[in-house]
Each structure stands twice: as C-alpha cells, then as structure tokens.
Nanobody
C-alpha cells in the first residue's frame, strides 16, 4: 500500500521560505511521476510542480517558476518542495501525490494522480 506523508508546513511571513517534504513508502517509485498540489479554502486543487522520478525532469506551474524547486532523493524515497519568496495568496494546504501511469508527459491534472498524502498547511502572512 502506497503511503505519502507530507511535512514542513507552517506559518511564514510574505517573502519567506519553507521546505516541504514528502516521505513515500509501499512501492518502488522509479516509474512514477510525483507532484505537489495545493488547495486554498473555496478553491479547486491546483498543480504546483511535478517530477518524473526516473529522469528527474521537473515541471512547474507558471505562477511558481523561479521561486519553487522540486527535488527527490532516491535513497530516501523522498520528495521535496523548496518554496522561496512566498506570497499571502499561496496560503493553502499542500499535497504530495503520486501518478503510477506510464505516459510520455507528466500530468498537471490532479485527476491523474492515484495516491495522495494528507496535506500540510502553509500559511503566508502579509
């Protein structure tokens, strides 16, 4: 059974940084795509970033390019999201997700991800 556990959320001032972690277990993730999504109150879940585990290729939402960095540690079965220059509007619950499909491109749609963590709250104060 695949399990994803996020950590690292918290309260930060605008312009500050946080590093989220996702600990993955229960499978071999070498063929998976892994992603970060976020959901603010009253809004739909939105794509933030993704990484193809096998190649390390990274993909970002336009709104976070240049400020967020996704990475993974194969030995630890862990994924990270370094978030810099955070904005108040980025306050949300951040979720780690895994997509086990074999596809030519990494998906940015939450519907394509099979496994989800419980989420970690990120609050950015102005």
């Amino acid at each position: 059974q695949v399990q994803l556990v996020e950590s690292g959320g918290g309260l930060v001032q605008a312009g500050g940084s946080l590093r989220l972690s996702c600990a993955a277990s229960g499978s071999t993730f070498s063929s998976y795509d892994m992603g970060w999504f976020r959901q603010a109150p009253g809004k739909e879940r939105e794509f933030v970033a993704a990484i193809r585990w096998s190649s390390g290729n990274r993909y970002y939402a336009d709104s976070v390019k240049g400020r967020f960095t996704i990475s993974r540690d194969n030995a630890k079965n862990a994924m990270y999201l370094q978030m810099n220059s955070l904005k108040p509007e980025e306050t949300a619950v951040y979720y780690c997700a895994a997509d086990r499909r074999i596809s030519a491109t990494v998906s940015t749609s939450s519907r394509d991800y099979d496994y989800w963590g419980q989420g970690t709250q990120v609050t950015v104060s102005s």
